[in-house]
């Protein structure tokens, strides 16, 4: 089989993404963010993001195509994220990934998009191991995986969140605080002036009868909410990169601790975190911390391949492609709540050999 040229199309939350692979390597991308649009309302508005996915897919496709030098007649597969995300968005980057298979006459992968966040590490640091511990961590979702070939093996989920994603969190918190949306970055800033040690927050489910692989972020919130509101009784100015650091403390130390213990259970000398907050300083310093001490090697993805991107759904259409694994039919639809258990959101079929 010739290489593949992967056209990778990302629009389930606020960035439209689009990518160009080609075995592994990235070959060039593009991406639009309506974030500002939806900085007042504190959170995306589906609505919003979706026309703004709209008005962005056919230019972001131009200018991956033109940064990668290849034209729409080079690509050999399409590959989209159909799953989980906001209905509305998904179905504009779905509706665009199939026009774009259809007028290249190439197949159409309808892929998962937390695959995808896992998939983007290779495009730096080559095919991932056999198996792996992967750590999941978005603004929706939060999970500690056992990971094998990303293209054709189940994912299998070792533990999940059970209320709050850890990105939604650091959202949360940061709207508690005075910061602007998207928190995450916000707090990663205001955390550098603050005392990390300040307000010891809960490290939530790290006790030593707590289900070791399972994550809870909502008490962890409500603790701000009710150490702020103790604090705005006393009439003081908020100390906000205080409240910030030690907040993103209580997370990175929630986050390592179960992480390198899940890598020790499963035999896994390797841990790949990825997802948004995978872009976060403490959270990647500390991790990288524990694994050393736990002779972990820790996989993470560039820190602008670490949020949303088309680069990552490119990398695995490649993957899919190279694997031959066969594609979707362009009547896929697509699912807003899809669970993770492989790359394509309906289920793997190997193509038959020969
Ligand atoms: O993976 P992602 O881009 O989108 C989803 O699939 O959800 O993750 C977005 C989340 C947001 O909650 C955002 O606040 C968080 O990732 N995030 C961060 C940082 N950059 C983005 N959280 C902590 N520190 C960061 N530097
Ligand atoms: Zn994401």
């Known amino acids: 089989m010739s290489t593949p040229l992967v056209l990778g199309i990302e629009t389930s939350c606020d960035e439209t993404g689009v990518g160009l692979v080609s075995g592994g ?62 209905s509305p968005a998904l179905q504009v980057g779905l509706a ?32 991932l191991p056999e ?29 999940d969140t059970v209320d709050d994603a850890a990105g939604e969190a650091f959202d949360k918190v940061a709207r508690l605080i005075g910061l602007p949306y998207p928190g995450g970055p916000a707090i990663d800033r205001a955390a550098r002036e603050g005392d990390p040690h300040a307000i010891a927050f809960p490290r939530p489910l790290t006790g030593p009868s707590d289900p070791p692989w399972t994550f809870s972020f909502s008490g962890l919130k409500t603790a701000v909410a009710r150490w702020v509101e103790a604090h705005d009784d006393t009439g003081g100015a908020l100390p906000v990169p205080d409240v910030a650091a030690s907040f993103q403390e209580a997370v990175a130390e929630t986050l390592a601790r179960k992480a390198v213990a899940a890598c020790v259970d499963q035999g896994a000398d390797t841990l790949l975190m990825v997802g948004g907050v995978a872009a976060n300083s403490r959270v990647r310093g500390l991790v990288e911390e524990r694994c050393a001490a736990a002779g972990i090697a820790l ?15 490119a990398a695995l259409g490649d993957l899919l492609v190279r694997a031959g694994v066969e594609p979707d039919p362009l009547d896929v639809a697509a699912d807003p709540r899809a669970r993770l258990t492989g790359a394509l959101l309906h289920g793997t079929r190997a193509l038959p050999v020969g």
């Open 96 to 127: 665009a990934g199939k026009a774009y298979a259809l007028a290249a006459g190439v197949p159409l992968y309808a892929v998962h998009h937390l695959a995808g966040h896992a998939a983007v590490d290779v495009l730096d640091h080559g095919p």
């Open 299 to 313: 996989r993470v993805p560039p820190i602008r391949l670490c949020t949303d991107n088309g680069a990552m759904i």
């Open 131 to 159: 198996r792996c511990v992967a750590l999941i961590v978005s603004g929706g979702h939060t999970s500690l995986l056992s990971v094998g070939d990303l293209a054709r093996d189940e994912i299998v989920h070792l533990g």
């Open 25 to 86: 390597v990235l070959l060039g991308d593009a991406l639009a963010s309506s974030m500002d649009e939806h900085a007042r309302f504190g959170g995306v508005v589906p609505e919003v993001a979706a026309r703004a996915h709209l008005e962005a897919m056919a230019p972001m496709v131009r200018t991956a195509l033109r940064r990668a030098e290849v034209d729409l007649a080079d690509v050999t597969a399409v590959a989209v994220t159909a799953g989980p995300g906001l």
